[in-house]
């Protein structure tokens, strides 16, 4: 079974190419552009559509499709190098191609819809009730508010880390836990890594930025 034909693995096909798209790159330069035609950029237009091309075909593996690219690049050096030598009519076509391949482009950035962005749900901010009483003033319930089988639980010491020096410690009356009640120990959390940090920051250039000048 003969393997797959891969035009960009031959030799000789990247030097065709080669010289084509070096043929196409010479004149641009030299091609006067009609006063009309908006530019995006401070590319030549002429050379960003032979190098938009050539980046469009040149993981092509259909040997039709390749001979057709290349008689098509040859017929547009053929024109470009007459523009370039003053060819008024080969001038005029080159104009007519500008134009009609910039309105092709408007047309099609018109016709395709901008994606939507994509909305992050993300849950509201937790937040206390407004004049919510303080847990010390409320606790513990009177025996009338407690309910299932009325018996009274006892609230558990907690602490965020392995032992009490290393996370927040708080009393923990329920599960689940309030999403408020989370928010406030997470914050405390992070603000004593933070402490934590600067004082290792500290120690640091204390020890060592200093050591040698005050030995001195």
């Known amino acids: 079974m003969p393997s797959q034909f891969l035009p960009r693995k031959s030799f000789a096909h990247r030097v ?5 798209y070096r043929a196409l790159l010479r004149p641009c330069p030299h091609i006067p552009l009609p006063p009309d035609l908006p530019t995006r950029g401070s590319i030549n237009p002429i050379k960003h559509l032979v190098r938009k091309r050539f980046r469009q075909y040149v993981y ?7 001979v057709k690219a290349l008689s098509v690049g040859y017929a547009v050096e053929n024109l470009l190098r007459d523009a370039a030598n003053g060819n008024e009519k080969a001038l005029s076509q ?3 191609l500008l134009k009609s391949l910039h309105e092709q482009y408007l047309h099609a950035k018109s016709s395709t819809p901008l994606p939507l962005p994509n909305p992050i749900a993300r ?3 937790p937040i206390p009730f407004p004049g919510a009483p303080k847990i010390i003033d409320i606790r513990p319930l009177p025996q009338s508010a407690l309910g299932g089988k009325g018996r009274r639980l006892i609230p558990k010491f ?3 880390g392995s032992s009490q020096n290393d996370g927040i410690a708080f009393i923990r009356f329920k599960r689940p836990q309030s999403a408020y009640l989370s928010r406030v120990v997470r914050q405390k959390m992070e603000a004593k890594e933070r402490r934590w940090a600067a004082k290792d920051r500290g120690r640091s250039v204390l020890s060592g930025g200093w050591g040698g000048d005050v030995g001195e």
């Open 158 to 160: 907690v602490t965020t």
């Open 60 to 66: 092509t593996t259909s040997e039709k499709m390749v």
């Open 94 to 96: 080159t104009h007519s």
């Open 16 to 20: 065709a190419c080669k010289a084509l």
């Open 123 to 125: 849950p509201p901010r």
